[in-house]
């Protein structure tokens, strides 16, 4: 047995993920994620007590960065890939907070 | 003679011994493109003025006796890596007009040996897919038959490849996206160990799954590239600081004394006949080449498209977060507010395979579903793990198909994610696992290629490039090209 | 302090504190303040298509100080998570902090309290990312973006809910600004931001025995607003329950112009964060020669030295308290201490004139003009009689204003010389006792305080270089006393 994906739980993760879902295409949505969901459904069967997750494929460690400035001022880049900009800054609609 | 079929190893010769210059064998793979490339749709951006002035250079270094393997070699790289000031889209709307100000370290290290980069490859939306129809920029046909998908999503550039419209190209691959597409259009792909190749200036899909690698015509042609593209990159913590095996020399291992594992609960249900049978004909093949054939067990393989449509998705949530229209890429028109912008920038900027895994992600790691879902998915992932490194005590490596069928018609899976999902059933778990994986073409059913599959312990590479060398050293599938489909 | 009659009242803080490296956590941009907009913003901390992090040692090395410096347990393995949520100055769309594995577990603190001693205990502190910041007045219709800010190494102390009050919550913040700086972890600039509280209050009848429901008042950047802020909202939770009202959790922010909090989100449109393993990072184990190196370098601390002072040099409690409060004052005093005869003397000119003039101006000790080194001159020619005490307030005056440079030089140069020969300050004092017969008769008979009158003559009239004690000799002698 496996989780379904309602219209509450549609809107849910949406507004999470900044995705909305209109009214002609929920019902499509819906299917295609409670069949993703019935497809991986299968693991919920599995007895895995006493697996460590795995959350990498290697079993190696970090490397660390000695503290030092690499980076120089890359502003000027801005103007070529954003969208709305002006003095360096990366501008938005208003926000209030 | 043509020579857009021609090895690395035949061009090199030719370029070192003046039979033709950089230029000329740039100009010839351009115009191929500007004039077959309408057809297949395998590139997004054609950079003619810069390969022309790279090819410029080069023939410089080639008259002032410069010498390497790749100097000059002309190649396309998937859209999907990072190129400075050139058009990099992901196959995203979102990214349609982004020029990032660096380069992948893939792109970089190619550019290092000498390569000259033809241009930009069609591949499925962030790479997810595998048939190439979810392109922002337009579905890819498949050269050996146009009514037929290249595969996905390193889908325009296993077309470009196979079309002749590049020497070789440049892949990713996190659940299959280089294997099947080298599959479907009969080329060699290898998928390095996660960690081989810098991920750095790679567009993330599922970065703890991501991989990037060659697709080209050989083994032979593949080792050369795979040589030049992996290696320690400080910038990707997750890239592996050993050195790179010398895989253009180490192919010429012999076969004999290997050991092959062979899944039979793989080889059951929905297998195509075809695949069946070239499958037991290069049983027999690499047997006659000296090696030895195992009956093993992946106790947990069914189980890992599961873990995988679990996984990759709940990472994408995370690595797609960042296109929210704020500081680069697509953003709407006159957002009313921040919240305007946030949604109708992501709800216009992506296609629909993306929103639908994004959402999938986002339910997979969200409150009281991430202990059944992610967790449960890592933990499967782990056992799935397990039983390849048990494998690996008894066989050197494991022969399985690529794909469960040849190339299949444009639209077939469209409609039906689930079963486009399973296409990649016999190339998930190596991403799962983290472990290399070569596609090689072997066989051919009603005109069209069939590959196969071999997967070996982590940073084997050497072994699998040898395996599927000495393979093409005695059959010629690789040497099949789709001539008239032009 | 404010009290409530039959509330008891529960504050937790959490502390984020700006670790005070080179370099950002995951990129090697510059983390200093004030750089013009974007400036500081690597690709990686504007979290452009693929770019990946990679994380700087000197993080690790300054939680496991902090951590040490606490009690604490260091989390041998530390992993780092995405936290995930939408805001334009958050630019991948998460934050790379630590969900699971925090690098430092439990330890304590003492903090002094009108009530005595208390005993703050510390959850846990992890390592995470800053983010950037939004400015609202730049552009009429716009919210600009500055990334300088995003990827600034944090670490982020979280208390148990042992505060009982507004004084509690500051003692215990100032507690961890001077712990912090001692251990050179952060550089507790509170005008830049570089510690800035989150507090969560919550109120409860005497003896009611769980805890109540709480607010979090986000993002307080100054002692002074902690404590309004926390002052405010005790009494509106305490006002809101005894009229009869009810409370739900929520986050709120202070509003520094009215003094009071208002609501930001409750709990119910509180956002789902999807905490998941950051895959772009694996874990860090820190080996036991990386803690045991770290544990060899721990500076001594705050109540350590307070103890050491007080034996060592002899001070009062109050003294040794306030002079090893701030790590650079404490130096500053170690310095002047170990070049004059009493430390004693030392000690009271730093709480007097240096203290009473750094805070006149509002300078930090940091920055002080006037050096150990001449203060120790200063103090060595009172004690080698060559001064007198008051001449020498009015040296240090000239030493804080770069009037002098050298003391002694200075005394030269002006000609301030105490005057101890019997030779001249005689004839002075005898024209002074046969111009006050008067006052030099009362003396005679006993009224001492008169000899402050003469003693104070002979000062004005040697412009305050006469030995006062040869003074006061002199005087007796010639009144026959």
Known sequence: MGHQIDDPTLDRVAQLAQLSVPGQDREAVKTALNDVLTLVNGLQSLDTSGVEPMAHPLSIQQPLRSDQVTESDHSGAIPHFAPSHADHYFLVPRVIE | MSIEFDSIQTLREALDGKAISATELTKHFLSRIDQLDPSLNSYITVEHERALSTAAAIDKKLMAGERATLLGIPIAEKDIFCTEGVRTTAGSKMLAEYRPPFDSTATANLAAAGVIRLGKCNLDEFAMGSSNENSYFGAVKNPWNQERVPGGSSGGSAAAVAGGLCVAATGTDTGGSIRQPSAFCGLTGIKPTYGRVSRWGMIAFASSLDQAGPMARSAADAALLLEAMAGPDEKDSSCLTVSVDPYSTLIRQPLEGMRIGIVRSLLAEGLSESIAEAFEDCRKGLEKLGATFVEIELMHHHHSVGAYYVIAPAEASANLARYDGVRFGYRCEDPADLQDLYLRSRNEGFGDEVKRRILVGTFALSAGYYDAYYKQAQRVRRLIQGDFLQAFDQVDMILTPTTPTTAFSLGENTEDPVAMYLQDIYTISANLAGLPAISFPAGMSLGLPIGLQLVGPHLKEATLLSCVHQFQQVTDWHHQHPRNWA | ?481
């Open chain 3, 1 to 481: 302090m404010m009290n409530f009659p039959g509330w008891q009242v529960d504050i937790g803080l959490e502390i984020h504190a700006q670790l005070n490296t080179a370099s950002k956590i995951f990129s090697g941009s510059a983390t200093a303040f004030g750089a013009t907009p974007n400036q500081q913003a690597s690709f990686i901390d504007m979290g452009l298509p693929g770019v990946l992090p990679v994380a700087n040692g000197a993080v690790f090395e300054k939680a496991v100080r902090f951590g040490l410096g606490i009690g604490a347990k260091i989390n041998r393995v530390s992993k780092f998570d995405r936290k995930n949520y939408f805001y334009p100055d958050l630019p991948k769309g998460y934050q790379i902090t630590q969900m699971d594995e925090p690098i430092v577990l439990g330890g304590q603190v003492t903090i002094e309290t009108e009530e005595g001693e208390k005993i703050i205990r510390i959850t846990r502190a992890h390592l995470e990312e800053d983010a950037g910041k939004s400015v609202h007045d730049a552009y009429d219709d716009a919210t600009a973006i500055d990334l300088n800010r995003a990827g600034t190494p944090l670490l982020e102390i979280v208390s148990e809910p042992d505060m009982k009050s507004a004084a509690d919550a500051v003692a215990y913040a100032r507690k961890i600004h001077q712990l912090v700086t001692y251990l050179d972890v952060c550089d507790g600039n509170m005008a830049e931001g570089s510690l800035r509280f989150d507090a969560n209050i919550s109120v409860r009848r005497v003896n009611e025995e769980t805890l109540g429901v709480r607010s979090e008042i986000k993002n307080l950047n100054s002692f002074r607003f902690l404590e309004q802020a926390i002052h405010f909202e005790i009494e509106r939770q305490i006002q809101t329950l005894e009229s009869g009202g009810s409370l739900i959790q929520d986050t709120r922010l202070f509003d520094p112009d009215r003094k009071e909090t208002r609501q930001m989100r409750s709990k119910e449109t509180s956002t789902d964060y999807r905490y998941f393993p950051e895959p772009d990072l694996l874990p860090v184990e820190l080996s036991d020669t990386f803690i045991d190196q770290i544990q060899a370098g721990m500076p001594e601390l705050p109540d350590e030295k307070s103890s050491r002072f007080q034996s060592e040099y002899r001070l009062t409690e109050a003294d040794a308290r306030l002079l090893a409060n701030d790590l650079t004052l404490a130096n500053y005093f170690e310095a002047v201490a170990q070049g004059v005869t009493d430390p004693k003397t030392a000690a009271n000119w730093i709480k007097g004139d240096l203290i009473g003039k750094l805070n006149e101006t509002e300078t930090q000790i940091s920055s002080t003009p006037v050096s150990p080194k001449q203060l120790v001159e200063l103090i060595g020619l009172i004690e080698q009689d060559v001064i007198s005490g008051k001449i020498a307030k009015d040296i240090f005056q000239a030493l804080w204003s770069k009037e002098a440079d050298s003391p002694r030089a200075y005394v030269e140069e002006k000609g301030l010389k105490q005057v101890s020969d019997a030779g001249a300050l005689e004839p002075l004092i005898q024209t002074l006792i046969d111009a006050n017969p008067k006052q030099a008769n009362d003396l005679r008979e006993g009224k001492d305080k008169l000899m402050g009158f003469f003693v104070g003559q002979v000062m004005k009239q040697t412009s305050g270089q006469a030995n006062p004690q040869q003074v006061n000799r002199i005087l007796r002698n010639l009144l026959g006393l």
